[in-house]
């Protein structure tokens, strides 16, 4: 069964640095999501994006993050400088859908982001 | 309290018994959707259910829908050790499925052999 994945699974990075969180969809899905829990807490919705845009984003989602289509497979997450309350489980996850066509998210196992 | 809240927060029973588990929510919705979590994995799907059903069944799941009261429960009969994990209910709110979901709170079950 095709399966979103996400890389890297862990990354470590000290404050104010540039990081990229990638993921790579399943292949026939329509519209992509970033998620993040921090610690098992409850998980927040960070963006959505379709037809290579952004459809919509959370009070989360500042200047400071940025998403990417950049070919036809990858859905980036950027984050420019991060910070302490930036490490979290981001979680990426795609779905079809489509009119009248109620469909679940497909997540992938998540990248565990850690700021120093 | 906020959209999509899930209780109790967290259950521990016995092999074999039963788990309920519950979620509230506060906007109209499409469909609710039940997802579960093993510990530093991603969210699996459950199964969904729509706005115009009342009760569903999957396996030994089954859910239920009362949009008068707002609210969803989701039973997991003759539990499994391997049914720990985390729960949680999302809301949808798109006929089109092009929005975001919302989730809950989460409940964390343990399964006690």
């Known amino acids: 069964e095709p399966e979103v994945t996400q890389t890297p699974s862990h990354q470590v990075t000290q404050m104010g640095q540039e990081v990229i969180l990638r993921c790579v969809p399943i292949s026939n899905h329509l519209y992509f999501y970033w998620y993040r829990q921090i610690l098992g807490q409850k998980v927040e919705f960070l963006v959505s994006?379709?037809?290579?845009?952004?459809?919509?984003k959370s009070e989360i989602f500042d200047d400071q993050f940025s998403v990417e289509r950049p070919d036809g497979s990858n859905f980036t997450l950027k984050i420019r400088s991060t910070k302490l309350e930036d490490s979290a489980m981001y979680f990426c996850a795609s779905r079809r859908s489509g009119i009248n066509y109620n469909s679940p998210l497909h997540f992938g196992n998540g990248t565990r982001l850690t700021v120093t | 309290s906020q959209q999509g809240e899930e209780d109790p927060q967290a259950l521990s029973i016995q092999e074999g018994e039963n788990a309920t588990m519950n979620c509230s929510y506060k906007t109209s919705i499409n469909n609710l959707q039940w997802y579960r979590q093993n510990s530093g994995r991603g969210l699996v799907h459950l199964i969904l259910?729509?706005?115009?059903?009342r009760e569903k069944h999957s396996g030994r799941l089954r859910v239920t829908l009362d949009t008068s009261k707002k609210s969803s429960s989701l039973l997991i009969t003759a539990s499994r050790a391997a049914d720990t994990a985390s729960y949680f209910c999302?809301?949808?709110?798109?006929?089109?499925?092009?929005?975001?979901?919302?989730f809950g709170t989460g409940t964390r079950l343990t399964i006690i052999p």
């Open positions: 999302a809301t949808d709110p798109s006929n089109f499925g092009n929005e975001k979901l919302t």
């Open positions: 259910i729509r706005s115009n059903e």
């Open positions: 994006f379709y037809n290579n845009e952004i459809s919509e």
